[in-house]
């Protein structure tokens, strides 16, 4: 497939796309759950939640990672909102429609159940938006939609490009390593005591407060 076929995507003052969750509310009535414990985790999808897949508008090609339905079970027990944020270039690219992203979104849905939010940025890395993650906007539109402050969010991804959008909302960042992270994001993430072998140990860490602390956004 070209990667170079005509630009259908975003205009460049377009702000993320957002869908709601279609399988059963996790978002909460009440007061978020007390700390050490997050308001909410917002996951990257490619290489996190999913295995990557590069530019996939595929429903059949998408394959939760290991321990990714434990993880979002727990979260969803201890009644912690969850979300998601990802960069889809492949739409400026040409290669993908709002249809084939939601068509993702509904079966990885239906494999790890509903969310309460998909943030997803539809732009190329040169058109000049601000939801394109290592910029924040992705996070603060999922913590709006979500109605929690970003300070009690926890965004987790595979590549420092998430810990940076974290960063930048005042959000915490956790790397969970993929194929596509480099060696010196998983040393200077677990110097930070940000890193995690996988979702599950992740999650775990930011309920109990053993993993990147209690506090508001990532150190600079």
Known sequence: MSLTGPRRGARRADGPWIFPATGPSVRRAGPPPPAPAPAAVLFDRDGTLVHDVPYNGDPARVRPVPRAAAALRLLRARGVATGVVSN????????????????????????????????????????????????????????????????????????????????????????????????????????????APDLLAAVRGVLDGTLGGSGGGDPA
């Open 88 to 195: 889809q270039s492949g739409v400026a690219r040409g290669l993908l429609t709002r249809a084939d992203v939601d068509a993702v979104r509904r079966r990885a849905e239906e494999l790890l159940g509903g969310f309460g939010v998909w943030a997803v940025c539809p732009h190329a890395e040169d058109d000049g938006c601000a939801c394109r993650k290592p910029a924040p906007g992705l996070v603060l539109a999922a913590c709006a939609r979500l109605g929690v402050p970003p300070h009690r969010t926890v965004v987790i991804g595979d590549i420092a490009a998430d810990q940076a959008a974290a960063r930048a909302a005042g959000a915490r960042g956790v790397l969970v390593p993929a194929p596509a992270t480099r060696a010196g994001e998983i040393r200077a993430a677990r110097t930070a005591g940000r890193w």
